[in-house]
């Protein structure tokens, strides 16, 4: 345990409920158009796609937290269409500027951010897209090669990735076995490639020997087996971090940390550690040009200082990070900033405030009163919750949110080089009495829908308002249909939040399109007021006044929704092939008709047709049948992948043991095979995951039209009990592949039927006893038993 703890010069929290990885973190190098300085700027990225950009400022001793981030020092905040596996900086492409290269699943793409020092908005930074290559096999791991060439290490057969620009590069299968990828580094002093296999040897391959000896275009060559690496040492232990710095490369191991010398890889010194290290960084101190200073992260909060093999400092870090970098911010040199996995940003330097240990003293006995501390305990739990309540009471009333969106829809050309309709313009926060310190915005849609950006923080200004940029686009795929359109808003002001709603205009999401006159679901809706044209409820859409009667909207996945009315019966049908298509629609005739009986006291919308409980049923079905497939695929994949596993080592230890330089061609033939059964297993659980997306989507937005149906059926002494049915039933959330979603609302399910049947004496339907145990056919027992004695006078 160290006697020092680091200090805290900045710090930041990127994103909720995001993973962060050890190449998600970069330091980049750009020169300021203003001044021509060079300064540094912290590049972060996610698994859930978003990129950040930070330009930390010196800290403001006026400022409630001093070293917390403030509005400026977020250059810029991204989401991309794919999940992020890695980043890197540098000169990718002939035009100037700073480039950033982002590693996804299956494909590399390289962007160019350009910084204006002159705005005042927000964001700081725009990024342009300059090209992208696809990946013939998953990537996993990217690193800088000569003369800026990308190098991409696949996640399985330790197949290395060459791209140089926009041009397409060579790619190889390195000789030795790679059952999961690992660390690797390149030395530029001898153009050559370090690499740990899986038996935990590092390897070094020569980038000529790389390029003689492959074919471009293929992945494996005739010639590959005679490629021999230009030195090896045998580690015995997993290599967590490879890094060359100087002359010399280090080698952080689970037990070891070894330095090598990059010619021959001979080993300079070795230290064994007696803790559990998570990364490291090295730097070369100017005053000792041949040493090698290595900084190691421990999993106990602590940072070790090592000078060649010698400990010469070690303090406490306020987390545990997964990568740190050495950098140079606003002119201080010598600041280290770290990420952990779950976000946590800092910036600190190594200073000598002492951590202040405490020691416990035995206390005077004196003998146990009982009846005196209930007592206490009772008046201080008073004394603290009325306390608790009024402050909460006067802070509501201080705190107002005023919303306002002044948006245009525009057709926005996003990432996956597809145009789509969005809703894009200046939005505005204001609240009655300014708080102190910055405000936190997050919205939180549909999961179809984006918000660009989905949280931001804010300064108001001395009126109490506040404006930015903001976009919301819809996703463009064939699994689902958005089944509503309301936005939240939360605004955290300290401990205090705030939350409204708004709706989005209908035509993010639909187009007009032409009626169909038949259709399997039909849902017909009453009301105690004359007919209204839909010409005059759908003004926001160009409906010609022939077509007044009879309107037809189009879903993004082309699912169309018709909409007629009845002058002489005031009655609205809607009818589509679709459950799910119909929510939305449902939910959006009725806030029109509310709109524009706006002066009605009395306006009603009642059901005036049967609700589609089959349908829904359907929907259930297919939705488990989706999630049975799925989950048997997973299980058959795990099988396959150790029976793939057991091949490999024998093989293995077949070419360690045999002497003959060939092998025969059932070994071969086996290893293909499995390698074959193993690949198209992943190919059919991404088939499985698509079709168990749009199941799932299906199943929500066929859950909300039926609850919505439901809230007009019942009167509002029973619209307690279609509230708490909702609650039970959504989201439609899948938590992990060993529970579905039937078998936990199930026990939710038969609990409510139960509290149901006390007052009732009416005998429920018993749950499976496990999972194992699960019937579908005794689910829906306890399905339409909810629904029918939660929902007085509803009959199944």
Known sequence: MSLFKSREWWSTNCGIDETFGAVHMCIANYESAISGVVKQIIIVGSLQGFLRIYDPQPPSSSSADENSCSLKDLQLETQLALPILAILSGRFNNTEG??????????????????????????????DFMYEHK?????YTLIAGPSNTLCVQSLTEGTLMFFEN????????????????????????????????????????NYQSLANSTVEGS??????????????????????????????????SERHLYCLKDIDGTILWTKKLDYHPMCCTTLIPPDFPDSVVVLVCTDAHTLLVYKDNLVEWSCKLPTTPIVIKISTLQSIKGLIVSLSDVGQLNVLYMGTQQVQYGFLHEAPKRPVNYERGLKEIQQL????????????????????????????????????????????????????????GNIRVLFNCDALIIATPSETCLQLNTVGEAAFPVMFHAVLSKRGTVASLQVEVTAVAGTFSITRHFNLPLQLVTSLSVPVREAQIKVTLSTNQLAVSLVHLFQDFPVEDSMSNVIALKHLDGTIVSLLFSKTTNKYRLQSDSLAALALLIDDLQ?????????????????????????????????????????KEMMKLGQTSRQFQIIQRF??????????????????????????????????IELFQEKFQSATYSLEGSLKCVLSLLKMETDSANKRNVDLLEKTLLPVEQLNIDQSWQEDVENKLNYLVKQRSHSTRTAPVIASKSAREFNLINFKKIFVQAFDNLIKGFQP
């Open 166 to 205: 926009e041009r397409v590069g060579v790619s190889f299968k390195l000789p030795t076995l790679h059952l999961l990828p690992s660390p690797m580094c390149y030395v530029s002093s001898t153009e050559s490639f370090v690499v740990c296999d899986s038996s935990w040897i590092l390897h070094s391959y």
């Open 651 to 684: 093989f293995h230890n077949k070419v360690l043991n045999s002497k003959a330089v060939g092998l025969t061609q059932g070994a071969f033939t086996a290893m293909q095979l499995a390698q074959d059964h193993v690949t198209s297993c992943v190919q059919r």
């Open 135 to 139: 990946l013939p096999l998953h990537g």
């Open 219 to 252: 992945r494996a060559s005739s010639t590959s087996n005679k490629l021999l690496s230009d030195w090896e040492l045998e580690l015995g232990e997993q290599a967590l971090d490879v890094q060359y710095i100087g002359t010399s490369i280090v080698t952080l």
């Open 381 to 436: 739990t008073k004394s603290l919750r009325s306390g608790q309540l009024k402050d909460l009471t006067l802070k509501q009333k201080e705190m107002e949110l005023d919303l306002k969106l002044e948006s245009a829809t525009c057709s926005e050309y996003l990432e996956t080089q597809q145009i789509v309709q969005a809703i894009k313009g200046q939005f505005t926060i204001a609240m009655s009495k300014n708080p102190q």
């Open 591 to 631: 806030r029109r008709l509310r709109l524009h009986f706006s002066d009605a006291t009395n306006l009603q919308v009642n059901l005036d047709s049967s609700i589609p409980m089959q349908e829904l049923w359907n929907q259930v079905e297919s939705h488990y049948t989706n999630y049975s497939d799925l989950k």
């Open 98 to 127: 700073l480039h950033i290269a982002v590693l996804h699943p299956k494909h590399l793409r390289v962007l160019r951010v350009i910084i204006n020092e002159n705005t005042q908005l927000n964001s700081h930074c725009t990024v």
